[in-house]
């Protein structure tokens, strides 16, 4: 199975903050990198797809990059309804494979 | 608008089955991967299988091979997922989701049921 890494676990911000969140999968993964955003009690939520694509609903402070192995969710400036857990997923070889979350916090 | 909407929580002794049911509702079905996640506490996400109904066969991770069945019905647009010898460790929230696009597993999932809790205790 591919292995998801992301980092950090945790993250405390603060609103209008810049945050980047980091995900590298053990094998190369091509475009098939997805990122999901979870609050507390409810399903994960759709947020980008195929690296950068933004799924409709989210606004364009949401952005993804990267390629291969490495990749990247920015948030250019922290809203109160952006703190949550996100995740990123591989879809590019079965099972699909997320990686362990990121809980953004408020500091 | 796509709705997935799941059967309720399930309380479950160990070595004893769950079906949960997730129903689609406004948007197409039969073409459509549908999979089956979940998020066990203190655990991070895991896909379990999915399916696409008009091909009819379950696609299963290997390490729930042995214990899960996916199935779907054309004619109620709802698939399912059972899972069987149960043991605490099962004690998760399961979803189903739907992939963005159709045609394969390879895709993200767009639409997701509200989710079902499993729990397993003696």
């Known amino acids: 199975d591919i292995q998801m890494t992301q980092s950090p676990s945790s993250l405390s911000a603060s609103i209008g903050d810049r945050v980047t969140i980091t995900c590298r999968a053990s094998?190369?993964?091509?475009?098939?990198l997805n990122w999901y955003q979870q609050k507390p009690g409810k399903a994960p939520k759709l947020l980008i797809y195929t690296v950068s694509s933004l799924q409709s609903g989210f606004p364009s402070r949401f952005s993804g990059s990267g390629s291969g192995t490495d990749f990247a969710l920015t948030i250019s400036s922290l809203q109160p309804e952006d703190f949550a857990t996100y995740y990123c997923q591989q879809s590019y070889s079965s099972p699909q494979t997320f990686g362990q979350g990121t809980k953004l916090e408020m500091k | 608008q796509v709705q997935l909407v799941q059967s309720g929580a399930e309380a479950k002794k160990p070595g004893s089955s769950v079906k949960v049911s997730c129903k689609v509702s406004?948007?197409?079905?039969?073409?459509?991967?549908i999979s089956w996640l979940r998020h066990a506490p203190g655990q991070g996400l895991e896909w379990m299988g999915g399916?696409?109904?008009?091909?009819?066969?379950?696609n299963y991770a290997q390490k729930f091979q042995d214990r899960v069945t996916i199935t779907a019905d054309d004619s109620t647009t709802t698939a399912y997922m059972e899972l069987s010898s149960l043991r605490s460790e099962d004690t998760a929230v399961y979803y189903c989701a739907r992939a963005i696009e159709d045609g394969g597993y390879a895709r993200a999932l767009d639409y997701w049921g509200q989710g079902t809790l499993v729990t397993v205790s003696s």
């Open positions: 399916i696409i109904p008009i091909f009819g066969t379950g």
């Open positions: 094998e190369s993964i091509s475009v098939y």
């Open positions: 406004g948007g197409p079905f039969s073409s459509y991967a």
